[in-house]
Antibody, heavy 117, light 107 residues
Framework: QVQLLQSGAEVKKPGASVKVSCKASGFTFNNYDIKWVRQATGQGLEWMAWMNPNSGDTGYAQKFQGRLTLTTNSSISTAYMELSGLKSADTAVYYC??????????WGQGTLVTVSS | SYELTQPPSVSVSPGQTARITCSGDAFPKRYAYWYQQKAGQAPVLVIYKDNERPSGIPERFSGSSSGATVTLTISGVQAEDEADYYCQSTDGSGSYVFGPGTKVTVL
């Protein structure tokens, strides 16, 4: 079955960067976009970006452009999300999801990133 | 950019019908998608392309569309349906948006 396994929780200081991984299994990795969403505690879902592993095409929400980088390693079916210039407002659970037709079909378990001095 | 609007909360008794609306300029041009998120869990897609149900999603979940409003209906609500529900759409050029979410409480 489709599975997306994300890396573990991170604690970072303001100004640092964080890199979250998302390892896919149960489907052909290159055939689907990988999308990223975050959710601050008690808040709603916020779309961040997507990447097509086959073409390398990406799309970023405007608010993250310039400090968010998506990459993939198809040889190990893994996607990565790196966010730089961390602020306390970036404290959230970060999810990867397999993209369906304009949707988020299957989700990883989430990775808590805490930004604190 | 564009926004989606949902009611903050809906309360329903077991066995009754819950209806959650989502309004926005994206509709009806763009499809709506609905996600269920239970406490402490990742979201789950329950409706795609306005009214299609993924495999494994119970038949009591249905979606509909009318003009600028889409609706998620849960018929015969069960205690396990208590969750936050989010609508989602796209601008057609690779950007996505989620509604603010609706908390469904089963009384």
């Amino acid at each position: 079955q489709v599975q997306l396994l994300q890396s573990g929780a991170e604690v970072k200081k303001p100004g640092a960067s964080v890199k979250v991984s998302c390892k896919a299994s149960g489907f052909t990795f290159n055939n689907y976009d990988i999308k990223w969403v975050r959710q601050a505690t008690g808040q709603g879902l916020e779309w961040m970006a997507w990447m097509n592993p086959n073409s390398g095409d990406t799309g970023y929400a405007q608010k993250f452009q310039g400090r968010l980088t998506l990459t993939t390693n198809s040889s190990i079916s893994t996607a990565y999300m790196e966010l730089s210039g961390l602020k306390s407002a970036d404290t959230a659970v970060y999810y990867c999801a397999r993209g369906g037709y304009n949707s988020f079909e299957s989700w990883g378990q989430g990775t808590l990133v805490t930004v604190s001095s | 950019s564009y926004e989606l609007t949902q009611p903050p909360s809906v309360s329903v008794s077991p066995g009754q019908t819950a209806r959650i609306t989502c309004s926005g300029d994206a509709f009806p041009k763009r499809y709506a998608y609905w996600y269920q998120q239970k406490a402490g869990q990742a979201p789950v897609l329950v409706i795609y392309k306005d009214n299609e149900r993924p495999s494994g999603i119970p038949e009591r979940f249905s979606g509909s569309s009318s003009g600028a409003t889409v609706t998620l209906t849960i018929s015969g609500v069960q205690a396990e349906d208590e969750a936050d529900y989010y609508c989602q759409s796209t601008d057609g050029s690779g950007s996505y948006v989620f509604g603010p979410g609706t908390k469904v409480t089963v009384l």
